[in-house]
């Protein structure tokens, strides 16, 4: 304040020193006016002067102004006027005019008069509190000041209204303010508000901030909307860019599908408005930093399925297809639809089947790459079709054998009506314009990329040359224009189209034995590239020999060593001798070292400003990352750790081709087990339904005992009756109603003979199944899988164990034979020492000889025979596993035994029953017969049962009609 206090004092007198008097005085007015018509007028006049007079206004009389707010708010009016003055004080929308000799000072008045404002945290929480008046005069110079406080010093007034309470709250209510100018202003003061502070973004996004936005998107008309509609959609990226919790909350509000109507474009795309331009660029970049590659993974995968399901990644490739749409509108489509489906199979494939309207229909994908290949399209748009083209490719092992396949023989359309995705990048490849060679040799790259079938069918890939000449393969074409050089003139960069070829042979031969023998039987391949890198060229053509010294890495590290002139050793002693290895390592380094690599590692775009800046590919400097330190290892390795790496790797294999076996062994076990298990759960369930038919059976048994008993009495008192009251018992009409009551039991007697005759049958035949079953399943599969593969893999370790010990045995009984023959040995030197002087004679030396050789043989058999001991010791712990399994699966087989001899048991049981019941059955027919002959004996006609089946209807009335009249009788 003091400071600006001297630059006021610094100028000049005249109209300058009248017009500070003048605000002296009417700041003197604002602050002792006890009449509020004389504060309002001084301060309308104070804000008269403000724009004119910034310096001197803000000076003298923001104090003032502040002090107006805080006490006459009462007065709409005079707060109006008072929130202008400050307005015009702090903001720079306009440039007042100001003498030379204080322009200097003055340059950033409103970061100072900001400063001052806000160092008072109770000055910014007034205005929030005065948003909350409706007045129009009021709500809305209070927001247009805090945007310009928000504007000049962001981040610390947007700590304070954080920590306000209520504060982000009381702003958002501006966008439901039903006047558009504070809506729309509204919308400004939350885009500075939200700009790089997480913490109010999450606010202000949970505030319902995204519906009100959409629904202001929607009453202005979506995209043919105006500034309105490109304010709002700023504020939407301001929440969702970089914040994946606005995003995680957008996408499960169902947002996204609110966002389909944007891109409805119709047939006629003439004459689209700046503004509508402008807009559906804001839109497309919207959707983009949804699905952008930086996000979580599994958020930008959800956000992916739900544009496919929703229906707007259909409404893109509209936009895409569509004709008439504006060039830059267009690359973005094609950036925006290629992140929509990177990464996600769903979404590819549907962008595979995509046709582009014309005759005769041709795929998306080959529209595009005609673009990508054509050196008159923009090259924007060339580079935005290449990273779709990336990005289709990107995780699609489906997609790229179909864009092989395009290639290979059997697939190309020899009637040549239409063109396929693979001839296209074979002309990019070898076109005269290095830019569509680059970008040819990229593309072809990713459908390499990680997917080591597809590396294998490119080899099969021939190219006719010339007419006449017979056919060479791809790679071979690829190594040919590589050795050209620049020989051939081609339009753009000179090292382009060589780095492209590289980058393409790099990712073909990396993880790829057989196309590293493919490239290494030319023999003119090799000597190339060590003469490319050996060579002291310019600092341009240093990027080009490292890529061949990568290359030549990549060709070592990967040989299987199936060609002898081209074996790993071999090619580390070329690379000694004709470069050094200190040498190939620093060219091998000129990649990552170079200035472009960092700038494509960067991001999975490749944007570049133009065409001599499209060097690197994102995902090659993934590979080089990768590569660059596994080949400087291989370079320096010696033969001997190379062998022992490779003996290391096929003990691994063999001990993993073990490991995998056993695991097959015992799946297969698990698998008969759990077949057990289900065959003994079927017999429980068997064995308890015939429990409950047996306990059904012997309670109708008891049932018909107990008739049976009844019947047996009364025939008994029938029979006594007879003998002494039988003309008597015939007049009074008892002896007929016994006849019936008998005749009645006799029937159902019968009926129930019946149905436990056929419950007999149903039974036995129930009992016959299980038992064959039981027979059958138990002694198959019981015995058998569980046990005999496991005899025989027990016996052939027993045959290998005694194989061993005979041989260890006979090595023991060589060893003790050759132990005493070096003693023997050892006697003779030491007599033959003493006798003659050590003069070193022949005799000595063949002895010493002998003696060596006989040492050497012994160390080698100790050799062997603990080699042997340690094969011996995994034998035993192989057939102790082995018994194991054995007794585990004998115990099993034991207890499903048990189970059988249980099962076996109770259907005897239910045998012996069945018998009795049968014996039963039997005593019922005999006492039947003999009732049968007392009726006949007392002179009744006894009906057969055939008679009484045969019966009809009449008989049974004629019989009910004599009784009833029996009953009338009596």
Request: glycine share 4%.
């Given at each position: ?295 979580p993974p599994g958020a930008t995968s959800s956000c992916q399925k739900a544009m496919f399901q929703c229906g707007l990644l259909q409404q893109l490739c509209t936009i895409l297809m569509a004709t008439g749409v504006p060039a830059d509108i267009l690359t973005e489509t094609i950036n925006t639809v290629s992140e929509v489906i990177r990464g996600c199979q769903v979404n590819q494939d549907y962008f595979a089947s995509v046709n582009a309207p014309s005759n005769p229909p041709r ?363 039988s003309n008597g018992a015939q007049m009074n009409g008892i002896q007929p109603e016994e006849i019936d009551r008998l005749r009645e039991e006799i029937e159902k007697l019968k009926s129930n003979q019946e149905v436990l005759q056929s419950q007999l049958i149903e039974k036995e035949s129930l009992i016959e199944n299980l038992k064959s079953s039981q027979t059958s399943g138990m002694d198959q599969q019981f015995s058998a899988p569980a046990s005999d593969g496991d005899s025989e ?178």
């Amino acid at each position: 304040m003091n400071f600006l206090r001297g630059v006021m004092g610094g100028q000049s007198a005249g109209p300058q020193h009248t017009e500070a008097e003048t605000i002296q005085k009417l700041c003197d007015r604002v602050a002792s006016s006890t009449l509020l018509d004389d504060r309002r007028n001084a301060v309308r006049a104070l804000k008269s002067l403000s724009k004119k007079y910034r310096l001197e206004v803000g000076i003298q009389a923001m104090e003032h102004l502040i002090h107006v707010l805080q006490t006459d708010r009462s007065d709409s009016e005079i707060i109006g006027y008072a929130l202008d003055t400050l307005y015009n004080i702090i903001s720079n929308d306009e440039e007042e005019e100001v003498e030379e000799n204080s322009t200097r000072q003055s340059e950033d008045l409103g970061s100072q008069f900001t400063e001052i404002f806000i160092k008072q945290q109770e000055n910014v929480t007034l205005l929030l509190s005065l948003l909350e008046e409706f007045d129009f005069h009021v709500r809305w110079p209070a927001v247009k000041l805090l945007t310009s406080l928000l504007k000049q010093l962001g981040p610390q007034v947007q700590q304070i209204i954080l920590v306000s309470p209520m504060g982000v709250s009381r702003l958002m209510d501006l966008l439901a303010d039903s006047r558009e100018v504070i809506r729309n202003d509204g919308v400004l003061l939350l885009q500075a508000l939200t700009r790089s502070n997480g913490a109010i973004q999450k606010i202000v996004a949970f505030e319902n901030a995204f519906e009100r936005l959409l629904d202001i998107i929607t009453e202005e008309g979506n995209s043919d909307g105006g500034i309105v509609v490109e304010d709002c959609l700023i504020l939407l990226q301001n929440l969702l860019k970089n914040n994946n919790s606005n995003q995680n909350f957008f996408k499960e509000g169902s947002y996204i599908q609110r966002m389909k109507p944007w891109f409805e474009v119709g047939d006629d795309n003439s004459g689209w408005s700046a503004q509508k331009v402008t807009n559906l660029h804001l839109m497309l970049q919207l959707v983009r930093v949804l699905v952008s590659p930086n996000n979580p993974p599994g958020a930008t995968s959800s956000c992916q399925k739900a544009m496919f399901q929703c229906g707007l990644l259909q409404q893109l490739c509209t936009i895409l297809m569509a004709t008439g749409v504006p060039a830059d509108i267009l690359t973005e489509t094609i950036n925006t639809v290629s992140e929509v489906i990177r990464g996600c199979q769903v979404n590819q494939d549907y962008f595979a089947s995509v046709n582009a309207p014309s005759n005769p229909p041709r795929p998306a994908i080959v529209v595009l790459l005609m673009s990508m290949v054509n050196e008159r399209q923009p090259f924007v748009l060339r580079c935005a079709v290449l990273y779709c083209f990336q990005c289709f490719l990107y995780k699609n092992q489906k997609g790229q054998g179909e864009i092989v396949s395009t290639l290979l023989p059997s697939t190309i359309d020899a009637t040549g009506n239409s063109v396929s995705a693979g001839q296209l990048l074979c002309g990019g490849l070898f076109s005269t314009d290095s830019l569509s060679n680059w970008c040819a040799a990229v593309a072809l790259a990713h459908a390499l990329q990680e997917n080591a079938t597809q590396k294998e069918q490119l080899l099969r890939v021939q190219l006719a040359t010339s007419i006449g000449n017979p056919p060479v393969s791809l790679l071979q074409q690829c190594t040919n224009i590589l050795s050209q050089g620049d020989k051939i003139d081609r339009r753009g960069s000179k090292i382009q189209t060589r780095v492209g070829l590289l980058m393409l042979l790099c990712t073909w031969l990396s993880s790829c034995p057989i196309a590293v023998t493919h490239f290494l039987h030319n023999s003119a391949n090799v000597p190339f590239l060590t003469g490319q890198i050996a060579e002291n060229l310019g600092e341009e053509e240093q990027l080009v020999q490292g890529l061949c010294a990568l290359l030549l890495g990549i060709s070592i590290y990967f040989n299987d060593n199936s060609l002898e002139s081209c074996m790993k050793e071999k090619l580390k002693q070329l690379i000694e001798k004709r470069i050094g290895k200190e040498n190939f390592i620093e060219k091998l380094g000129f990649i990552s070292k170079h200035e472009l690599y960092s700038r494509a590692s960067q991001k999975p775009q490749p944007n570049f400003p133009s065409p001599e800046y499209m060097i690197f590919d994102h995902e090659f400097t993934k590979l080089v990352k990768e590569l660059e330190g596994v080949i400087t290892k291989a370079i320096y390795k010696s033969s001997e750790e190379d062998q022992k790496e490779e003996e290391v790797k096929k003990t691994l294999e063999q001990h993993d081709s073990i490991v995998t076996h056993y695991k097959n062994m015992i799946r297969e076990q698990d698998l008969q087990l759990e077949e057990l298990r289900q065959q003994v759960s079927t017999l429980k369930c068997q064995n308890e339904q015939l429990q409950t038919a047996v306990t059904q059976q012997a309670a109708q048994i008891q049932q018909h005992r107990d008739q049976y008993n009844l019947l047996k009495v009364q025939l008994g008192k029938d029979s006594h009756h007879q003998g002494s009251y039988s003309n008597g018992a015939q007049m009074n009409g008892i002896q007929p109603e016994e006849i019936d009551r008998l005749r009645e039991e006799i029937e159902k007697l019968k009926s129930n003979q019946e149905v436990l005759q056929s419950q007999l049958i149903e039974k036995e035949s129930l009992i016959e199944n299980l038992k064959s079953s039981q027979t059958s399943g138990m002694d198959q599969q019981f015995s058998a899988p569980a046990s005999d593969g496991d005899s025989e893999q027990a016996a052939e370790l027993k045959l290998e164990l005694a194989t061993l010990k005979s041989q260890l045995n006979s090595q023991s009984v060589e060893i003790t034979n050759l132990q005493a023959e070096k003693q023997e040995l050892l006697q003779k030197t030491e007599t033959f020492a003493k006798s003659v002087p050590v003069q070193g004679d022949s005799e000595t030396l063949a002895i010493a000889a002998k003696t060596t050789d006989v040492e050497g043989r012994l160390s080698a058999l100790l050799e062997e025979t603990k080699e042997l001991k340690n094969e011996i010791k995994a034998l035993s712990e192989e057939k102790t596993a082995i018994k194991e399994q054995l007794d585990s699966s004998n115990s099993t087989i034991a207890i499903l035994q048990n189970e059988k001899d249980k099962l076996e048991s109770e259907i005897t049981d239910s045998r012996k029953e069945q018998d009795d019941l049968l014996v039963l059955l039997a005593e019922q027919d005999q006492k039947i017969v003999s009732l049968k002959k007392r009726l006949k004996d007392l002179g009744y006609p006894i009906v057969e049962e055939d008679e009484v089946e045969s019966g009809d209807q009449e008989d049974e009335d004629d019989e009910n009609e004599e009784a009833d009249k029996d009953q009338d009788s009596i």
